[in-house]
């Protein structure tokens, strides 16, 4: 009986650390966002996730934004069947969606004012914070429609081709320059989960 009643404390205690753990676990830091954190700019990505054309076939017009949340890459369509690829980071799990959006706003060095919602996942965030090197959301931004989402840059080029974010899609500082540059408020930016078939 004296064995049956030890083992039974120490499962109840087991139980009690595992709780008092699991609230404390919520509360630490989402990799993807560090503010203050600035970029390696020596980092070396993957050749996987580094800029380059490639041969794509779609029906889209040039100019296009295709954004493959599966494969971490996003395609601005080119003409004559070609698209330049770029690597991104991609919403974690819960926080992937899809649809069809248009750029409405960009940004340079833009602040960062996290929603409500983000805050109340990680109040550790600041509420906000200008525009710089150690913000989130990078060298530049691209707004989607009225959406709290964006293409931005990052302060953490690792999490390129992985999926951490609240739902935006990050790319390094001087591919989301290279992206910024090209395409105009209004670009037409269709969100996939799975690739086209």
């Known amino acids: 009986m004296t064995k049956f009643r030890h083992l039974s404390w120490m499962m109840m205690a087991a139980v009690g650390l595992t ?5 404390s676990r919520a509360q630490q830091p989402d990799v993807g966002d560090q503010p203050g954190l600035i970029a390696d700019d020596s980092y070396q990505q993957d050749p ?3 800029k380059q054309v490639v041969y794509y076939r779609t029906t889209e017009a040039p100019g296009t934004i295709i954004v493959s949340t599966a494969e971490r890459h996003l395609y601005l369509v080119q003409p004559g069947g070609r698209a330049i690829r770029y690597g991104i980071g991609v919403g974690r799990q819960g926080f992937q969606w899809q649809g069809l959006m248009n750029i409405t706003k960009k940004a340079e060095w833009p ?3 996290p929603p409500p919602e983000m805050i109340q996942r ?3 965030l600041p509420r906000f914070m200008a525009g710089g090197p150690g913000n989130p959301l990078g060298a530049r931004a691209m707004y989607l429609g009225t959406t709290v989402y964006r293409i931005h840059g ?3 080029p690792d999490t ?3 999926a951490v974010s609240s739902g935006c899609f990050r790319l390094v500082n ?3 320059m290279d992206l910024y540059d090209r395409v105009p408020v209004g670009t037409k930016v269709i969100v996939r989960q799975k690739p086209e078939l």
């Open 19 to 23: 709780i008092s753990i699991a609230p």
């Open 48 to 50: 996987e996730w580094r």
């Open 111 to 113: 602040d960062w004012t």
């Open 160 to 162: 390129i081709g992985t």
């Open 174 to 176: 001087a591919d989301v």
């Open 154 to 156: 990052t302060n953490r």
């Open 122 to 124: 990680q109040p550790y």
